[in-house]
């Protein structure tokens, strides 16, 4: 994921703390090249809302250097510290989501500082992977933010369901119990970190925007995309083999008995209802083995999301395109990762290690960049990539690319008859027992 400069970020001893909204600019412009007009594209760190931070792309120099971009990555509060829903115990707190306000406050702040480093506060792009495009598809929601960035690049995101506010109350009130902190809150500011740091590990991933009629006032994307999004150009798509790098060995090893019931347990959805679903699946990949298609069916649910987005975009304007990387990188040490989760985002930022990667990372790179420039992201190195509706044009990224219009609509059609990611009482999107973080 940092093209084999890992080492650069353990040597820098980057650590987490209370002070932690920070902005990182990297620019190829030297202080005489100011008044430039380069596009800024604004990165916004996977992890959910639960942890990791922006530090991988301040590696990514050759990335700005070759397509003359600005890049500005971004830390903000999570789980706890950013998604501590308080406003039913006080109104002092009615206001949410301040992890949403961060990235709102980055975002303010390139507006008013981003020419100082040659970049265009009138030609802004947010792009995030997994909980950073979940992110952003809230940022696209939110009146607030409204003008301060111009297009978005959603990767493998989860879906951006907030909470109601009874259940993020439900799990503020445990939180407050296990912190020793009264519903009166007296007492809240004194709080140790490590005490809610412990507070946050035993909860676990509970802490998400929720719903509190200011910062969000209706569920996005629910039903249709957003007024204040719509007049966004969007890019969205996912990886094939997106839930690869999450699933422990037995996995890998299923017999045909054992699938159905597999992936009960992991969608929390009865065995009748994902029969009809596996019989589809089977019936199109004759030559899958049981693993293989418990690794298709979990992830075409994460994909589903950003099909499901884009349809509702696209009623309302053309500028929605939609992608699916089905590339798979040399790895020698676990060769079943496939086309794995956050894959697009080291190959987009010229992360390459892997000579092999070179052309696919190209395509996605240049994509990103013609997209970040005009709004279209076509370029010599793809076929031409048309906007996303009823044919449901998608650009293939691999050694070869290539478009595909509705690419496997069986298996599309049998997986919109399930229960969406992120509705009440559906399981998460990657199995719980991972092995691996995004």
């Not at 503020?172 to 007296?186: H, I, N, T």
Request: charged share 20%; aromatic share 8%; proline share 8%.
């Amino acid at each position: 994921m940092t093209g084999g400069r890992a080492q650069e970020l353990i040597d820098a001893q980057i650590v987490a703390g209370e002070d932690c909204l920070v902005v990182n600019v990297l620019t190829p412009c030297a202080a005489a090249e100011t008044g430039r007009d380069r596009p800024v594209l604004v990165y916004v760190h996977g992890g959910g809302y639960h942890g990791m931070c922006g530090s991988i792309p301040t590696l990514a120099d050759s990335f700005v250097r070759e397509h003359d971009v600005v890049l500005v990555t971004v830390n903000h509060r999570l789980n706890a510290f950013g998604f501590l829903y308080l406003g039913d115990f006080s109104e002092q707190y009615a206001t949410g989501n301040v992890g949403l306000l961060d990235l709102e406050l980055a975002l303010r702040w390139v507006r008013t500082n981003i020419a100082r480093f040659g970049g265009d506060r009138d030609n802004v792009t947010v792009f995030g992977e997994s909980g950073g495009g979940s992110k952003i598809l809230s940022l696209m929601a939110m009146d607030s933010t409204s003008g301060l960035f111009h297009r978005a690049i959603v990767q493998s995101s989860s879906w951006p369901e907030p909470l109601p506010r009874h259940a993020a109350t439900a799990t503020a009130e445990e939180f407050l119990q296990r912190v020793g902190v009264g519903s009166d809150l007296r007492g809240l500011n004194e709080i140790p970190t490590q005490a809610i740091v412990e507070s946050v590990a035993t909860i676990g991933r509970r802490f998400r925007p929720v719903l509190d009629g200011q910062t969000i006032t209706s569920p996005p994307w629910n039903t249709a995309a957003p007024p204040t999004a719509q007049h966004v150009p969007l890019i969205i798509g996912n990886c094939q083999h997106e839930c690869s790098g999450f699933i422990a060995d037995p996995l890998f090893h299923l017999q045909w008995p054992e699938l159905t019931p597999a992936l009960a347990k992991h969608t929390s959805l009865p065995p009748t209802m994902l029969q009809p679903v596996v019989d589809v699946y089977r019936g199109s990949r004759p030559s899958d083995s049981p693993s293989d298609i418990f690794i298709a069916v979990v992830s075409d649910r994460l994909r589903e999301i950003g099909l499901r987005v884009a349809e509702q975009h696209s009623a309302h304007q053309d500028n929605v395109y939609v992608y699916n990387t089905t590339y798979r990188p040399p790895m020698d040490d676990d060769p079943n990762l496939g086309a794995f989760h956050g894959l697009e985002s080291p190959l987009a930022l010229r992360l390459v290690l892997h000579p092999d990667c070179e052309p696919v990372s190209r395509q996605i790179s240049d994509a990103w960049v013609s997209f970040a420039r005009t709004g279209n992201p076509n370029h010599a190195l793809i076929p031409a990539w048309p906007t996303y509706h009823r044919e449901r044009a998608t650009m293939t990224f691999d050694r070869q690319p290539h478009l595909v219009y509705d690419p496997s609509p069986a298996e599309r059609k049998a997986m919109s008859q399930l229960p969406r990611l992120g509705a009440p009482g559906v399981a998460p999107a990657m199995p719980t027992n991972s092995t691996t973080a995004n």
